[in-house]
Each structure stands twice: as C-alpha cells, then as structure tokens.
C-alpha cells in the first residue's frame, strides 16, 4: 500500500510541475547609459518599463517580481563580486559607474521613496563607484560598501546583513 501511495504522490508531483506556470524568464540587466544621458533625481521615469509598478520583473529569486531598482542592486552585486575577483587576481576591473548610476533614475518598490534624501546617498555611492574605477583597491571597495550600508540603514534595512558580509577583510 505504502508503494501505491508513493507513486501516486510522485505522480501528483510530476503533473503539477509539468502545469505549473513556467516563470517569466528575467528581464536582461540594463545596458550602460550613454556617457551624455542624463539620470538624476529629476529625470522623469517611463511607466510600463520592467520594473515599473505593475511591471515588476519576475525571477526564480523572487518570483513576485523585483522593481527596476531591486533588480539594478543584485547587478551591482554581481559586478561587485567580479571587481573584487579581478582585483585580487591582479587583473583589469571594469568600469562599474556607467550601469551603477541608473540608480538614480530607476523605478523603486515604493515609488514614494525616490526622494532627495535617497538621491543624495545615491550620489555619494556613485562617488565612491567612480573612486573604485579609477584605482581598484580593497580601501575604495569597502567605500563603495560603506555607501550601501549607509543608504540601506536609512531606506530598506532588508540586506543589511548581507551588505555586512560582502566587506573585503
């Protein structure tokens, strides 16, 4: 009996899975901007963009769907991770500013919370980014993680504790 009823629950499992909704594949990371584009505070965002309420970009990660800016950060983590590689092994970096500084013109989970205090810190990590491009090192990585905490200690306290654990001792 109890081989019966492991077949019928792996059974059962097999046709879920196959009727599940596939999800939707996620969204490709957002090219650089232009050197001469500009993204500020007072750029104006595009609805219906991935990312934009209503639009938000669904992943394995998190299949209800990030916001542009989410889904911007885990980039950023990613091309952190990959810089501080390349650093230690003595090999070029690349230049990370370009497709960090959509930060500040990106959609947000809250829309609400693109204010001036949020643009500020935005400026002062993208600073620290351009620090780290311009001389790689272990002192101007953890400025640029420095900058993440800061922001995230005021804003979305969440990934504080993973932030934490991407310092370079």
């Known amino acids: 009996m109890n081989r019966y009823r492991s077949f019928a629950v792996l059974a059962l499992l097999s046709w879920l899975a196959a009727c599940a909704e596939t999800p939707a594949a996620p969204a490709p990371w957002p090219e650089p901007l232009a050197a001469d ?28 769907g990030d916001s542009e800016l989410s889904a911007l950060m885990r980039r950023f983590i990613d091309d952190l991770y990959a810089a501080r590689a390349a650093v230690e092994a003595g090999k070029p970096v690349t230049p990370m500013y370009p497709t960090h500084r959509r930060m500040r013109c990106s959609w947000f989970t809250k829309p609400e919370e693109r204010d001036a205090l ?26 640029i993680i420095n900058g993440c905490a800061a922001c995230h200690s005021v804003k979305c306290g969440g990934p504080l504790d993973y932030i934490d654990g991407m310092r370079w001792r």
Not at 50 to 55: A, E, N, R, Y
Not at 121 to 143: C, E, I, K, R, W
């Open 118 to 143: 949020y643009d500020g810190m935005a400026q002062g990590y993208l600073a620290s980014v351009q620090a780290f491009d311009a001389t790689p090192s272990q002192d101007t990585y953890n400025a």
């Open 37 to 64: 584009a500009d993204c500020t505070l007072d750029s104006t965002l595009v609805p219906g963009v991935p990312g934009s309420p209503g639009h938000l970009i669904r992943s394995s990660r998190n299949p209800n």
